[in-house]
């Protein structure tokens, strides 16, 4: 957004810098993995989660002040039905306004976290130097009653921090969750569950000497840092890879079959992932479903690249892992510590009753004869103030109108990238139909709401705009390329 960018270089590096860490690094695999603890209902369907900075223990005896949903992180994970809607009531105790949104949603668009709907805080006042948008387009309460239809796809989604130009540092402090949509079904289906589902939040940090999260433009009394923040227009990188907010955490598991939920909570880091044995073996990656639910047949990985805000839904096989043996979650585009991920250890043999059926599902929407082609290009470009991240070469601005579709049109949209960038679209669950004037590649399967455009690349997407009429976004997610005006409004009519 304009506010941050007036502080930015004039050359955008490709990728985001990395900061170093502070404090002593525990050895990897040590940790045991955490799992977030599932939220209980206040009465049927209805949620409440309290904002609030809290200490939290991530790394081993550091005391890291976060930003957080209930008191932890990631904040706690909701289960629920398809077709059966809740609702949450988020009260703000931080000492900033926020913006809940539920990624992959199909949510009305009162209820989707538009970036000036702001939760304020109990006595705010603007203070602290952040800039307050335009008073008319803001609704602000203490606290604010989501409400999420959940009338789609079975899938992972995640909730985290949507606010205006401050989406980036309010994530890395701990605004992120996960969602669960389940249905009878999917459940049918036999794949690995209980103890054998387990989500995987991965997301990179730093830590300063005093043990709080350490971020470029901000400083503990969220004063910017004059002149930091343009080195880091590529996006803010951690030293320390986290899943489900453990430093290179170790799972016990059995000699039998996983079913990973995985999701890059990243604000700018994209993993390669792949599983390795002790004695080098890959384990393959079975994909069973993407961003929006089940694919219609599994795909085989050897590698699986994810980008900041993707999930991919994977099945991985420990029988041929010799009890004692290991498995490590590592990540090719990383160097030193950042290549490793997450461990495995093969704790017991064990018997296995569950199976990946070669047929997933048969309801993965497809489309055909688009109403509309329009092409989109995310580039850096210059902005007032200096250099910032533009879509059709402009700044996000929530007074204008970039976008209007008509309710259940079809569109085709071609995405066109100067650099890495996630592109996220609101709403609308899409299919990748090309890339690179390539057919897409078998990573890019199944339902999606979040594509991964690798550098100079173009891709073309094509959804169908149901659900609900209002005002929705889509933006990149790298989160500082968001912050940094790379959104754009899109009105369903
Ligand atoms: Cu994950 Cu517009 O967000
Ligand atoms: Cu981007």
New binding site residues.
């Given amino acids: 957004g304009l506010a941050t960018a007036a502080t930015l270089g004039r050359r955008p590096p490709v990728t985001g810098a990395e900061l170093r860490s502070a404090v002593p690094l525990p050895p990897a695999f040590e940790v045991p993995l955490p799992l977030p603890a599932v939220l209980k209902p206040v009465a049927p369907g209805r949620y409440e989660i309290t904002q609030r900075v809290a200490d939290v223990e991530i790394l081993p005896g550091v005391r890291t002040p976060m930003w957080t949903y209930g008191g932890t992180f990631p904040g706690p994970t909701i289960e629920s039905r398809r077709g059966q809607a809740i609702t949450v009531t988020h009260r703000n105790e931080l000492p900033v306004p926020t913006v809940v949104h539920l990624h992959g949603g199909r949510t009305p668009a009162e209820s989707d976290g538009y970036p000036t709907d702001l939760v304020l805080p109990a006595g705010w006042s603007g203070g602290h130097g952040h800039a307050m948008p335009d008073p008319r387009a803001v609704q602000s309460r203490v606290t604010r009653t989501y409400t999420f239809p959940l009338d789609q796809r079975p899938a992972m989604l995640w909730y985290h921090d949507h606010r205006m130009d401050f989406t980036a540092p309010a994530i890395w402090r701990g605004l992120a969750g996960l969602h669960f949509v389940r249905d009878d079904a999917e459940e049918a289906l036999g794949l690995p569950s209980g103890p054998r589902e387990l989500p995987l939040m991965i997301t990179d940090r730093a830590f300063a000497a005093d043990g709080s999260l350490d971020y470029p433009s901000l400083d503990a009394t969220l004063r910017e840092r004059p002149g930091v923040r343009e080195s880091f227009l590529g ?1 803010v990188l951690g030293d320390v890879i986290l899943v489900n907010g453990a430093p290179w955490p170790i799972h016990e598991a059995d000699a039998a079959r996983y079913r990973l939920r995985i999701l890059n909570g990243s604000n ?1 880091r994209h993993y390669e992932l792949e599983a390795v044995t002790d004695d080098g073996r890959r384990l393959p990656l079975v994909q069973v479903g993407a961003d929006q639910g089940l694919l219609a047949a599994p795909v085989t990985h050897a590698s699986l690249p994810i980008g900041p805000a993707e999930r991919y839904d994977v099945v991985v096989d420990f029988a041929s892992v010799p009890v004692g043996g290991r498995v490590r979650l590592l990540n090719r585009l990383g160097t030193g510590r950042t290549a490793e991920v997450m461990a495995f250890r093969i704790a017991r043999p064990a018997r296995d009753d569950s199976r990946v059926p070669a047929v997933l599902s048969q309801d993965l929407p497809s489309w055909d004869s688009p109403a509309r082609v329009r092409e989109f290009s ?1 580039r850096a470009g210059p902005m007032p103030g200096g250099h910032g ?1 533009l879509i059709d070469g402009r700044p996000f601005d929530p007074s204008r109108t970039d976008v209007t579709v008509g309710l259940g049109d079809v569109e085709v949209w071609r995405l066109v ?1 100067d ?5 996220h679209l609101h709403l609308a669950g899409f299919r990748v139909l090309s890339r690179g004037g390539r057919p897409p590649l078998p990573h890019d399967a199944g339902l999606k709401d979040t594509v991964s ?1 690798r550098p100079g690349e173009a891709a073309e997407i094509i959804t169908r705009f149901d659900g609900y009429r209002g005002r929705y976004l889509f933006h ?3 989160a ?3 912050d940094m005006g ?1 959104m754009a409004n899109l009105e369903v009519r």
């Fill in positions: 996006g700018a995310f991240w990238a650099v890495h960038h996630p592109i455009l990149c997610h790298n500082e390329h968001e790379m």
